[in-house]
């Protein structure tokens, strides 16, 4: 079955040219892009609409300082590079709702890690599109990140993002799995014409573009 070569949405374009980075420039980033990115997560799905996401931004740099040099020591020194970044937020979650209880007791589902995925994917995908790089850290010393602040117990820390311009970005995308690797149709382990069609059509266009800062452009292969 023959299939057009489909025209590619731009929300996939910006899916494509995401990248983990982890070298930053120091320059700062203003509030407004700061705030425009948490506003994209606000409006992530989530279970029974609880919104549990809590999100504490670090862009003092002083207080980032400190705060890297307490949660990336010992065995958590992987993760240093993040303290170059000039914002890294500590993703939380609030786990005294109903709704979260109830569905890992019944469910056996951690229903607030989903929510928090979509926030985070919100977030970063923003990010992305106003010129910005970011990096999901989840190697870090959670119990000094919780000491540093002082946070309460209700809330549970999930991950942080470190955010900036990158100072350079990799040359190729990581290898995906195929479409034909990760999707079925109608049953287990089923595949369809249109899906084998679909992997010889459509493919990341390696002419992608990603803005740098003062939105100059730089091409980039994918």
């Not at 993040?82 to 569905?103: E, F, K, S, W, Y």
């Not at 287990?188 to 992608?208: C, G, K, W, Y």
Request: charge should be positive; aromatic fraction near 10%; include cysteine.
């Amino acid at each position: 079955m023959e299939m057009k070569e489909p025209q590619v949405p731009s929300l996939l374009k910006l899916i494509w040219q995401r990248r983990s980075i982890r070298r930053f420039l120091e320059s700062p980033i203003p509030r407004e892009k700061i705030l425009l990115c948490l506003e994209a997560a606000r409006w992530a799905p989530s279970a029974e609409n609880v919104q549990p996401w809590r999100f504490l931004v670090i862009d003092d740099p002083e207080v980032k300082q400190r705060f890297a040099e307490k949660v990336f020591s010992g065995i958590y020194f992987p993760s240093r590079f993040a303290q170059h970044a000039p914002v890294l937020i500590l993703v939380m979650a609030r786990l005294d709702i109903l709704a979260n209880r109830v569905g890992k007791q019944i469910q056996g589902v951690a229903y607030h890690l989903l929510d928090i995925g979509m926030a985070g994917e919100h977030l970063v995908l923003q990010a992305e599109e106003l010129g910005l790089s970011t990096c999901w850290i989840g190697w870090f010393n959670l119990k000094k990140a919780r000491k540093f602040f002082s946070i309460p117990r209700k809330y549970k820390i999930i991950s942080l993002i470190a955010l900036g311009y990158a100072a350079k970005r990799p040359p190729r995308a990581p290898r995906k799995k195929k479409l034909s690797e990760i999707v079925w149709f109608n049953g287990v382990e089923r595949s369809s014409p249109e899906l084998q069609a679909f992997e010889l059509n459509f493919h990341p266009d390696e002419t992608l573009e990603t803005k740098t800062e003062g939105d100059s452009q730089k091409k980039v292969n994918n």
